[in-house]
């Protein structure tokens, strides 16, 4: 494969229902956020839905075989309620591996039916407000229901051997996964058999996706993967079918692109930590990066909500468990010249803090260091005038960041060592108010001719107060 990214897409079967000769697509776009019967769900990121069909075209609903599409080795296989049971198969390709993933796979009514039944049953432990999206998916749909009769099926025929089984699509006897982890496999080689064990997956189908490691995520060790259509079925003009209103423009236009929708708007506002994931990369493949983020506690308690933005600049936007694993990654990414130039604070559910950070090139021959661990006291400008001086060349502030963490008040630093000796690089300072004293010292600032280039809001023995990060202004 001579380009192995190919076209970052998100695919799937639109269906005969969902729009106006959708039905003669034989594979038909459902690309990022875009769903068919405009439901709240999201869907795909980079993967196709392949069926067996009827010759009406309507789904089998029955298991049939599937085969790898290379040779490779099995790097894992598992079971969860969103994926059902999935198999990973990694398959050489010169200096980029792909990834071939397989979802809602059967393997045989007698192991996975105490899955799903055991998941159900968790689930409805939970009050209405602690379940998690999958949970209520799984009570609320047609899942439940298809578990139940399952359930109820197996325990029939317990005491009655020639009652009904349960039905067909739970697989039979001969449909399990043929493989483990580990294991080599050949091209061709039936490895398992579709299903649909997933708690909202639909009727029988394979959920398939190819996927690249980029050299950056590589590099550093991360198992980050993205998928892509190695075959150019995005570009094909039937994929569009029924999206468009005959005679547009766009009705037959074979579109290159990253996605059509994206997971976010570029200004976004109360949006789960959980898409701003899913959006950091998908920006990124459009050489966009994040401007401003702000990070606040859901108050329904689901995890962190942000606001921000994206901006058209190049950067690496990461986000981290802890402050160690920030400053680890800090020192990788200063090496291949990169610069920590903002950093935010993350509320997590155990009380303490998680961190993240924006990166940017470093442009000017400098090295990054970035301190994760350091003190907040009043003695902190002149413990950094003091650091700052042992580096023994001129040195930039990118960001001063305080923090609390599990009651400790700790503060990040991201300077440039090596810098150009001018006033607007190596000229800044910090200003410590507290939040009655900000607007007059924002005031003065401007009077000095003095632009702040970060403000961070901090709680310090319960009052607000505020750190302010300036440099001179530079005049055109």
């Not at 708007?265 to 990124?284: E, Q, W």
């Not at 506690?297 to 690496?316: H, I, K, W």
Request: glycine share 10%; with cysteine.
């Amino acid at each position: 494969m001579a380009d192995p990214y190919g076209v970052v897409t998100a695919m799937g079967q639109w269906g005969p229902d969902a729009a106006e000769n959708a039905r003669f697509s034989p594979i038909a776009l459902r690309n990022g956020w875009f769903n068919g019967g405009n439901t709240t769900k999201t869907h795909h990121l980079g993967a196709f839905d392949i069926l067996w069909v009827n010759e009406d075209r309507t789904n089998t609903n029955l298991p049939w075989p599937v085969r790898a599409v290379a040779d490779g080795r099995v790097v894992f296989r598992g079971w969860n309620a969103s994926m059902g049971n999935v198999l990973v198969v990694e398959h050489p390709n010169g200096d980029h591996p792909l990834r071939a993933v397989y979802h809602h796979l059967t393997n045989g009514v007698a192991a996975d039916l105490p899955l799903a039944t055991r998941y159900l049953d968790w689930c409805r432990t939970l009050t209405r407000s602690d379940r998690n999206k999958t949970c209520v998916t799984a009570l609320e749909d047609f899942y439940s229901d298809w578990v139940d009769a399952g359930a109820a099926a197996l325990e029939a025929r317990k005491s009655d051997p020639s009652a009904p089984p349960p039905s067909p699509d739970w697989g039979g006897e001969s449909h399990f996964i043929r493989v483990r982890e580990g294991d080599q496999v050949r091209r061709g080689q039936v490895i398992a058999y579709a299903g649909r064990t997933n708690v909202d997956g639909g009727k029988v189908h394979l959920h398939f996706a190819l996927t690249v490691q980029p050299d950056f995520h590589r590099s550093l060790q991360e198992p980050i993967w993205f998928g892509f259509d190695p075959w150019g079925i995005y570009g094909r003009p039937q994929c569009y079918a029924g999206l468009y209103p005959t005679g547009h423009r766009y009705a037959t236009r074979a579109w290159h692109q990253d996605s059509l929708f994206a997971p976010v708007m570029p200004d976004f506002a109360t949006v789960p930590l959980r898409i701003l994931t899913l959006a950091i990369p998908y920006y990124d493949r459009l050489t966009w990066s994040t401007g401003v983020l702000a990070f606040a506690t859901s108050p329904c308690g689901n995890g962190a909500l942000v606001a921000g933005s994206f901006v058209r600049a190049e950067g690496r936007t990461l986000l981290f468990e802890d402050a160690p694993g920030m400053q680890a990654q800090a020192r990788r990414l200063s090496q291949d010249d990169w610069g920590l130039e903002s950093t935010m604070v993350i509320p997590n559910e155990t009380g303490g803090v998680s961190l993240g950070g924006v990166w940017r090139p470093l442009v000017d021959g400098s090295r990054n260091e970035v301190l994760v661990d350091v003190p907040m006291g009043p003695g902190l400008s002149g413990w950094l005038t003091a650091w700052l001086a042992t580096q023994g060349r001129p040195t930039r502030l990118r960001d001063v960041m305080p923090y609390t963490d599990r009651g400790r008040l700790r503060v990040v630093v991201s300077a440039d060592v090596g810098v150009p000796a001018v006033p607007a690089f190596v000229d800044r300072r910090l200003l410590d108010v507290s939040a009655d004293q900000l607007r007059r010292a924002l005031e003065r600032l401007g009077v000095e001719g003095r632009v702040v280039t970060r403000l961070h809001r901090y709680m310090s023995a319960g009052d607000a107060r505020f750190l302010l990060l300036h440099r001179p202004r530079v005049l055109a």
